[in-house]
């Protein structure tokens, strides 16, 4: 699923979730309705990793509606009460955030090797290439390149894993289907689908999951026009966290590779 299209179906929910705010029920709970409102948010979202969270509630709070806990007449309305919740959950988020991904880019990995991966001959010099030219973009600060070519190679490799091993990818639940409800084949899979299998079987774990996201989501501005309407303009760090998601996928697929056997 591309980006834009997330954040309408998550602009649809928030819509929904609006009229239901907005519509007065009596709710005989303890804390009131606003308590009752905030648990029913976080259940509705908790699935979501918190990218996904952060933009659902900044959404949610940039919408206008009005809340009331009881008979409109008896009791004030809570309005801002939910609003100052909202912003307090999502700063939490956010600090939860880069802590999780500060912890990420502190994890010792010293050697990149497809090795262990054991793709075919021309694959792994194709793929080896692309992470000797993201280095020397790295050297040169051309951040922008560094990510494009890091979203790449991660597609590369998981896409020859899936080629190589058809069988657990295809079998896996996560695996895409067509309208049809069966598998798709290889050549449309998408990394999205890629990166979610490979969770699915195991082989990568659920930071490398969450960052490779980031970095798929990066790829979409290689389009001019997509980086000019969301003002992205990758630095130093945007670079460190991709090069550092390469290097824990690669080294997480070496130790896994046995799962898919």
Not at 65 to 85: A, G, K, S, Y
Not at 142 to 158: D, M, P, Q
Not at 230 to 253: G, H, R
Request: hydrophobic share 35%; net charge positive; with cysteine.
């Amino acid at each position: 699923m591309q980006n834009n299209e997330l954040k309408e179906l998550i602009k649809s929910q928030v819509k929904s979730k609006v009229l239901e705010l907005s519509t007065w029920r009596k709710v005989i709970w303890e804390g009131g309705r606003l308590y009752f409102e905030t648990q029913r948010i976080i259940d509705e979202i908790s699935d979501y990793n918190i990218g996904i969270k952060i933009y659902y509630l900044e959404t949610l709070l940039n919408e206008k509606f009005i809340i009331q806990d009881n008979w409109p007449h008896e009791v004030p309305d809570i309005t801002q009460d939910l609003r100052n919740w909202l912003t307090k959950t999502i700063s939490k988020l956010k600090i939860k955030n880069i802590e999780q991904t500060n912890k990420f880019l502190e994890r010792k990995i010293e050697e990149i090797s497809l090795k262990g991966i054991q793709l075919d001959n021309k694959h792994t010099e194709v793929l080896n290439s692309r992470i000797q030219e993201t280095q020397k973009c790295f050297e040169a600060k051309a951040y922008l390149s560094v990510i494009l070519l890091i979203g790449s190679t991660i597609e590369g490799i998981l896409f020859g894993l899936a080629k190589k091993y058809p069988k657990p990818f295809n079998e896996s639940s996560s695996a895409p289907k067509n309208k049809d409800n069966k598998v798709k084949i290889l050549k449309d899979w998408t990394l999205n689908d890629l990166i979610n299998v490979s969770s699915s079987l195991g082989i990568i774990d659920e930071d490398v999951k969450k960052h490779s996201h980031s970095v798929r989501e990066f790829r979409n501005y290689i389009h001019p026009y997509e980086q000019l309407k969301s003002e992205f303009y990758p630095d130093d760090n945007t670079a460190k966290i991709s090069w550092q998601v390469l290097k824990a996928c690669i080294m997480q697929l070496n130790k896994n590779m046995d799962k898919l056997k």
